[in-house]
C-alpha cells in the first residue's frame, strides 16, 4: 500500500500575507483551529513545535513534532514519527490564485504499517479534522 493521504482545499477571500500570518502565530492558533491547539516552538527547518491534538472522535493527545519544510507565504510541513512503523506528514500550503484570493490547503500523509492502519480506522475523523480546520481559517482569514 502506498502512503494514505486526506486533504481539504478551500477558496480564501484573503491575501497570502494574512492566511501566513495567521499559520506563523503558533500561539494564536487556540484563536482559529479547532483540532491543534496549545501550539508552541519555532517554525525553522528542524525546529520543534509542540501542539495538543484533539480531532473529534480520537483522544486528545499533546505531541512533539519537528518542522520538515517551510516556505514564508507558501508552506509549513511537520512530521512525526511514532515507533518503526508509524510517520505521519501534517501540512499548510497557500497557494495564490490572484491578489487577495488564495487556495488554502490543509493535510495529513500517513506512511508506514501501522501509519496506514491508522488512516484506514480513522479516515472519517480525519476527513473531519482537516474540514474543520480548513473552513476555520476561511472564517479567520476573511475576517481579519
Same mark, same amino acid.
Given at each position: 500500500m502506498e502512503t494514505a493521504r486526506i486533504e481539504r482545499r478551500i477558496g480564501v477571500r484573503a491575501s497570502t500575507d494574512r492566511i501566513w500570518d495567521l499559520i506563523a502565530d503558533l500561539p494564536g492558533w487556540d484563536r482559529w483551529n479547532p483540532v491543534e491547539t496549545g501550539v508552541e516552538g519555532t517554525i525553522a527547518y528542524g525546529g520543534a513545535i509542540a501542539l495538543t491534538e484533539a480531532i473529534p472522535g480520537l483522544p486528545? /493527545?499533546?505531541a512533539v513534532v519537528r518542522v520538515g519544510e517551510w516556505q514564508p507565504l507558501a508552506q509549513l510541513v511537520w512530521a512525526e514519527k511514532r515507533g518503526l512503523w508509524f510517520r505521519s506528514l /501534517?501540512?499548510?500550503e497557500i497557494e495564490e490564485l490572484e491578489p487577495g484570493s488564495c487556495i488554502f490547503a490543509n493535510g495529513f500523509i500517513?506512511?508506514?504499517?501501522r501509519g496506514e492502519m491508522h488512516f484506514d480506522r480513522h479516515r472519517p475523523k480525519l476527513r473531519g479534522a482537516a474540514d474543520s480546520i480548513a473552513?476555520?481559517?476561511?472564517?479567520a482569514a476573511e475576517a481579519g
Open positions: 486528545e /493527545r499533546r /501534517r501540512y499548510f500517513f506512511s508506514g504499517l473552513e476555520a481559517m476561511k472564517a
